[in-house]
């Protein structure tokens, strides 16, 4: 099947009706992501579950994203760009790719200029980002970045009053999801959703898990960098 056709009928199961533009972009990201990558290392997944493990694993929290207040959206460490990318194509939230490392920077930065789509590469951490600009994403992303009670921390003061944080995991632990909440309750942020999905394709199962900024929080934040992953709060 023709590639961009497989991107659209896959991205069906999440709610996604995808125009053949946006499935088009979204392989062309990945085109871009192959000739980085022999430079190099954003990914060390096979290039033929690429389309799968990236694009349709990423577009799986397209339904919160959607379901969000207005505004644009941050993701944390982007890395080659996932998921905010394809996030960005198929919901038409601008985002910011928050990524700290500038080799992997610079290439998000191409990716956005190539495949013309709205939005910006933010070069800093996460911490960094808060206090340049506190309290204006409506939605923070997260996938494969670090814990739940971690994430929650870095997002918290990023979001506006009833932003979320939607993160993607694996099959996390009930002692994560018991952190998360607890750090959440700090930081104020409430758990709204933990819900399974299968990525289309393949058997992989996504967990995806949303928090929503209800309160202020009982804490300074952002902390210094790198005490979120350090001495995580929850």
């Not at 990716?111 to 013309?116: H, M, W, Y």
């Not at 999801?177 to 309750?185: D, T």
Request: charged share 25%.
């Amino acid at each position: 099947m023709d590639p961009t056709r497989s991107v659209r009928r896959s991205a069906r199961a999440f709610g996604l009706d995808l125009s053949a533009e946006a499935a088009a972009k979204m392989l062309e990201h990945l085109e871009l992501l192959a000739i980085a990558n022999e430079k190099f290392n954003l990914t060390t997944i096979p290039r033929d579950e690429w389309l799968c493990a990236h694009v349709l694993d990423s577009l799986s929290c397209a339904p919160e994203v959607n379901d969000s207040v207005p505004g644009d959206f941050a993701d944390l460490g982007s890395g080659g760009g996932f998921p905010g990318i394809p996030l960005s194509i198929a919901t038409g939230r601008e985002v910011v790719l928050v990524e700290s490392v500038k080799k992997k920077a610079v290439f998000l930065a191409e990716v956005l200029t190539e495949i013309r789509i709205g939005g910006r590469v933010a070069p800093v951490r996460a911490e960094e980002l808060a206090l340049q600009e506190p309290g204006v994403f409506a939605v923070v992303t997260a996938r494969a970045v670090s814990s739940l009670p971690s994430l929650v921390e870095l997002a918290a003061p990023l979001l506006k009053p009833g932003g979320r944080l939607i993160c993607l995991k694996g099959d996390p632990r009930a002692e994560e999801l018991q952190s998360g909440a607890r750090a959440g309750r700090i930081c104020g942020l409430a758990e709204v959703c933990c819900r399974r999905v299968e990525v289309p394709l393949t058997e992989a199962i996504r967990t995806i898990v949303v928090y929503e900024r209800t309160g202020r929080p009982q804490v300074h934040l952002p902390r210094r960098p790198g005490t979120a992953q350090k001495q995580p709060l929850g």
